[in-house]
T-cell receptor, first 116, second 115 residues
Framework: GAGVSQSPSNKVTEKGKDVELRCDPISGHTALYWYRQSLGQGLEFLIYFQGNSAPDKSGLPSDRFSAERTGGSVSTLTIQRTQQEDSAVYLC??????????????FGPGTRLLVL | AQTVTQSQPEMSVQEAETVTLSCTYDTSESDYYLFWYKQPPSRQMILVIRQEAYKQQNATENRFSVNFQKAAKSFSLKISDSQLGDAAMYFCAYRFTGGGNKLTFGTGTQLKVEL
């Protein structure tokens, strides 16, 4: 089936504007993650959704960042009042948790955000 | 907190040769998973190989194999018979089985494959 998709592929915005990034996970995957990849850095965890449980927001860098997952499927990451340091690639991943904690996260192609 | 360290920002290998990418990690947990992901210029992260910490046998996937040294907290990736398509950024990642499933990544190693 189709993999994880993200839109837009690239986004250029002005400082202070709000942006929304979308993630469509693999159908049937119960877990969804958002990561941020800044230039020359590894991936940094932002937020994690698992089924109907409360999301793990421990990685969100500030209250300008928020995310929703509607109907257990599509997720939207929203950044309010964007700053230049928010410029990065935002990657979404989904997975199906198996017994014993086995899990493989499948990643989308990411959204490259540039804040001018 | 868990940390993952990749001390080689760049590596080069000749086509058909073998290369080893290093990764060390720090954790106080005993039950966890380790991963190597490949990120080509398309940005899509692709799982290369996975190792369960409770397994002593090193994981192997075709030309890719790992050397997992649990006591030393070392998890290196060996690529045999390197191909041009192997050129990419490689990330080592850690996941604690009881820690909400988030992955902790190293900073990556850029692998160049030369003719």
């Amino acid at each position: 089936g189709a993999g994880v998709s993200q839109s837009p592929s690239n986004k250029v915005t002005e400082k202070g504007k709000d942006v929304e990034l979308r993630c469509d996970p693999i159908s049937g995957h119960t877990a969804l993650y958002w990561y941020r990849q800044s230039l020359g850095q590894g991936l940094e965890f932002l937020i994690y959704f698992q089924g109907n449980s409360a999301p793990d927001k421990s990685g969100l860098p500030s209250d300008r960042f928020s995310a929703e997952r509607t109907g257990g499927s599509v997720s939207t990451l929203t950044i309010q009042r964007t700053q230049q340091e928010d410029s990065a690639v935002y990657l979404c991943a989904s997975s199906l948790l198996l017994a014993g904690g086995q899990e493989t996260q499948y990643f989308g192609p990411g959204t490259r955000l540039l804040v001018l | 907190a868990q940390t993952v360290t990749q001390s080689q920002p760049e590596m080069s290998v000749q086509e058909a040769e073998t290369v080893t990418l290093s990764c060390t990690y720090d954790t106080s947990e005993s039950d966890y998973y380790l991963f190597w992901y490949k990120q080509p210029p398309s940005r899509q992260m692709i799982l290369v190989i996975r190792q369960e910490a409770y397994k002593q046998q090193n994981a192997t996937e075709n030309r890719f194999s790992v050397n997992f040294q649990k006591a030393a907290k070392s998890f290196s990736l060996k690529i045999s018979d390197s191909q041009l398509g192997d050129a990419a950024m490689y990330f080592c990642a850690y996941r604690f089985t009881g820690g909400g499933n988030k992955l902790t990544f190293g900073t990556g190693t850029q692998l160049k494959v030369e003719l």
